[in-house]
């Protein structure tokens, strides 16, 4: 079975390191603190071989040239952000594969937070890395995308087996419920939810990973497409909703 060690790291970060015990192998994904990710790596007993970035921002990307000199590893980054990012010996699209020993992944274009943000999807392990484009209760804010194109990768994850265990960067849930509860006030799952928040943020827990099949029911940007949300939020079409979702928490 793979491993995920996840650790917290900058402001609000979370650092992951991916290890398949059967071939040694090492992934960071993203590199938000070249420091920390060697620490947590030290402390583990497991030597970095390769980064997947999922998008250029620096905390996400900033690390990549400090962790390749101490470890040599390879850099895996997308091919619409690579020009932006360090260090990259091999560039992916939608589509691709990336390996960690003999487990598989494939990388979904979710652009729209930035234009060439990817995913990466283990299927066998039930496990999604998804950056910046999904949050619990969230998503990415649409710095270089546009609507209709981030409602579309939104769509590529939500077909994704609702037993996805999602790995998103930041521990924003707590802002992200709070928009959540005004946007879809009616929701009893996300009152449920809510409570399970407090819970784990009471205990100094993170609230990610989360299941997607919980997002599903209860995340206002992957329901833009259900006939209440586009009734109070935009009366349109789901990217209409989605858009006018996106603008109400750029200013919540």
């Keep these: 079975m793979l491993e995920v060690h996840q650790f917290p790291c900058l ?15 090492t992934v960071c ?14 402390h583990k007993g497991w030597q970095i071989t390769q980064i997947w970035n999922t998008h250029w ?11 390749k000199a101490v470890t040599g590893c390879h850099v895996t980054a997308p091919a619409g952000d690579a020009g932006k990012i360090a260090w990259v010996d091999r560039t992916v699209e939608d589509g691709d594969t990336v390996s960690i020993g003999d487990r598989k992944g494939k990388v979904i274009d979710v652009g729209g937070h930035t234009m060439g943000h990817v995913a990466y999807h283990l299927a066998g392990a039930r496990m999604a ?45 707590e802002a992200n419920l709070r928009f959540a509860l005004h946007a879809d006030p009616d929701n009893a799952d996300l009152a449920a939810y809510a409570e ?6 009471a205990a100094g827990l993170p609230t990610v990973p989360m299941k997607l099949e919980r997002e599903l029911r209860t995340n206002p940007f992957l329901r833009a497409d259900d006939p209440d949300m586009r009734a109070r939020w935009g ?10 979702l996106r603008a109400a928490k750029d200013s919540f």
Excluded at 35 to 42: F, I, T, V
Excluded at 57 to 67: K, S
Excluded at 196 to 201: E, F, K, Q, S, V
Excluded at 235 to 244: E, H, I, K
Aim: net charge negative; aromatic share 10%.
């Design 196 to 201: 399970d928040i407090a819970r784990l943020r």
């Design 11 to 25: 402001s609000d970060n979370y650092g992951y390191l991916l290890h398949d015990p059967e071939s040694e192998e």
């Design 129 to 173: 890395f998804v950056g910046d484009s999904l949050f619990a209760l969230g998503c990415g804010r649409m710095f270089e995308g546009t609507a209709p194109q981030f409602w579309a990768s939104l769509q590529r994850l939500k077909s994704l087996p609702g037993e996805t265990m999602l790995y998103c960067a930041h521990e924003y849930t």
């Design 235 to 244: 009366g349109g079409d789901a990217v209409a909703t989605f858009a006018a």
């Design 57 to 67: 921002h620096p905390d996400h990307a900033g690390g990549n040239e400090a962790i």
């Design 29 to 42: 994904i993203d590199t938000p603190d070249a420091d920390e990710y060697l620490r947590q790596a030290g």
